[in-house]
């Protein structure tokens, strides 16, 4: 969950703590202590978990007009799950609420550390883009700036975006019940089902957002996701269900952090639109979901639980594993 820090001295602790568990970012003690220290008296927020804190960000103003990330920092074990943008998301209806016109951020410019190449690819998948690298730092970390304009209340409709939000929930529980009552060692076409699931959600994982913006997962090696070519690498159950539930909460906030006007605007590197990317990946769940239920239909008798309908038909029969 998402919370504003008020407290000032829960605010120094929460850095420190974070940053401190970030060496491959955040090295220098002094540096580490500079932050803690001035964000004090900065707009913070955290992710927090069972009184866990597993990420946070800080913004500063640099004038009446615009303001920056001024440190982020989410845990490594916490990485891909989307603690980052929703911690964006509240970061940027702060902005929008004080009339900031536009945001900006820094960090190491790309292709000088791996660690650093994963940073620069969130904040482009965030919708940042770049503006300048400057001498900021030193020779060996220039410094890359990337700038984002903010946009008014008026363009900030969520009215398509609650209708996906739903259709993308809705279609994560039917892959939950297929998956709970599909047969993983059935074999489609010499492959068994659970690398069809595999495929499924990281096909989900890639290109629901952006795909020429995208991390593997630990667990990937290659052709896992190809299920017409031969792989060794076998999955545990505990690994897949770690991996649905890794890419639900990633998806789930990404379209939440959307607004009806990011729908038509095209992600970086990509000449899809984001609408495109979402429908097309909605499409591909309900074919594999429909064929996972269909081995079950026809090895058990059974018909698997789908929901298709509103809210309240969701609600309903939340929860049953068969249409019975």
């Not at 004038?63 to 943008?85: F, N, T, W």
């Not at 979402?278 to 026809?298: E, M």
């Not at 038909?313 to 049953?320: I, M």
Request: net charge negative; with cysteine.
């Amino acid at each position: 969950m998402i919370q504003k820090i008020e407290d000032s001295s829960k605010k120094e602790d929460i850095c420190k703590t974070i940053l401190k568990q970030l060496p491959e970012w955040f090295e220098m003690p002094e540096s580490i202590l500079d932050y803690a220290k001035k964000s004090r008296e900065l707009p913070m927020w955290a992710d927090i978990e069972n009184e866990d804190v597993r990420g946070f960000v800080v913004l500063k103003e640099n004038s009446p007009y615009a303001a920056e990330i001024y440190v982020m920092g989410v845990l490594k074990s916490c990485h891909r799950l989307g603690i980052g943008r929703a911690l964006f998301k509240e970061l940027y209806r702060y902005a929008q609420e004080a009339g900031y016109e536009f945001l900006q951020v820094k960090t190491v410019q790309e292709g000088h550390y791996a660690d650093y190449d994963k940073t620069n690819a969130f904040y482009k998948g965030i919708g940042f883009r770049e503006l300048e690298c400057m001498p900021i730092w030193d020779d060996a970390n220039p410094c890359q700036v990337y700038v984002m304009a903010v946009k008014k209340g008026d363009e900030m409709s969520r009215e398509l975006i609650q209708q996906i939000t739903y259709n993308t929930e809705v279609t994560f529980y039917n892959m939950e019940v297929a998956m709970k009552t599909c047969d993983w060692d059935y074999e489609i076409c010499g492959t068994p089902v659970w690398r069809y699931m595999y495929h499924t959600l990281h096909s989900c994982d890639r290109w629901y957002d952006n795909p020429f913006v995208f991390q593997e997962p630990e667990i990937h090696v290659p052709n896992l996701d190809k299920v017409d070519l031969e792989c060794d690498r076998v999955l545990t159950e505990e690994e897949l269900w770690g991996y649905y539930n890794q890419v639900k909460e990633k998806t789930m906030s990404f379209v939440a952090s959307l607004s009806d006007a990011d729908l038509y605007a095209k992600p970086e590197k990509c000449d899809r639109t984001r609408m495109d990317l979402i429908y097309a990946q909605l499409r591909h769940f309900n074919v594999h979901i429909g064929i996972f239920n269909g081995i079950t239909i026809a090895k058990k008798g059974k018909y698997p639980m789908v929901i298709g309908g509103p809210r309240e038909d969701f609600e309903k029969n939340k929860g049953k594993l068969y249409d019975e």
